[in-house]
Each structure stands twice: as structure tokens, then as C-alpha cells.
């Protein structure tokens, strides 16, 4: 039984970078083969996909947010992190961290966590 859980400030100031923790149990971040995604969910919008760290620490990211995110790991403590630097409003959403297969299917969800940039 996989959980995770995000974490983090609520509350990002315009400029300033968002950060969150997911923290994971039940499986290992480092397990063969699988994918660890930040996805977020503006108000009255849809499901956007931000990147993941896979099983091997190697990123990948969305495009169209490459040059302002960065995903980390803490292996020791089973844990991944997102970094979104230079917010903007539009940056306000659910943020969700999720574990996805090769297939790109996301099966566990974290319950998601609001963040609010506003000055």
C-alpha cells in the first residue's frame, strides 16, 4: 500500500520560489522501474503535469515549466521534493505528487496541497 504526502508552505510570495515535499511509505523511491510526478491542478482547470524523478534520481520536466523547476530526492528519507522558481499567480493550484509506471499511467496520489501565490 503506497501513500504519499505532500508538504509545504500554503502561502508563496510573487518572485519567491515555491517548494514541496512529498514523503512516500509503503514503497521505495528508488524501486525498479518506477516514476515519481509533481502534477498540479490550477483553479477550474485541468490536470497539468509537471515533471517526475525516476527510480535512478534521472528528471525530466514539462516543457513549458523546464527552466524554472527542479525535482530533488532525499533517499534516506524517502522523500522528493519540487522546486518552482519566480511565481506568479498563475502559478496558484492543487499540487499533487504521484507515482507513475513506464506507461505513464499515475496509479497512488497524494491527497494534494493547495498553494496560494499572492503578495
Known amino acids: 500500500q503506497v501513500q504519499l504526502q505532500e508538504s509545504g508552505p500554503g502561502l508563496v510570495k510573487p518572485s519567491q520560489t515555491l517548494s514541496l515535499t512529498c514523503t512516500v511509505s509503503?514503497?521505495?523511491?528508488?524501486?525498479?522501474?518506477?516514476?515519481w510526478s509533481w502534477i498540479r491542478q490550477p483553479p477550474g482547470k485541468g490536470l497539468e503535469w509537471i515533471g517526475y524523478?525516476?527510480?535512478?534520481?534521472?528528471?525530466y520536466y514539462s516543457p513549458s515549466l523546464k527552466s524554472r523547476t527542479s525535482i530533488s530526492r532525499d533517499t534516506s528519507k524517502n522523500q522528493f521534493t519540487l522546486q518552482l522558481s519566480s511565481v506568479t499567480p498563475e502559478d496558484t493550484a492543487v499540487y499533487y505528487c504521484?507515482?507513475?509506471?513506464?506507461?505513464?499511467?499515475?496509479?497512488?496520489w497524494g491527497q494534494g496541497t493547495q498553494v496560494t501565490v499572492s503578495s
Open positions: 509503503g514503497g521505495s523511491i528508488t524501486t525498479n522501474y518506477y516514476y
Open positions: 524523478i525516476a527510480y535512478s534520481g534521472s528528471t
Open positions: 504521484a507515482r507513475m509506471q513506464g506507461s505513464w499511467w499515475h496509479d497512488y
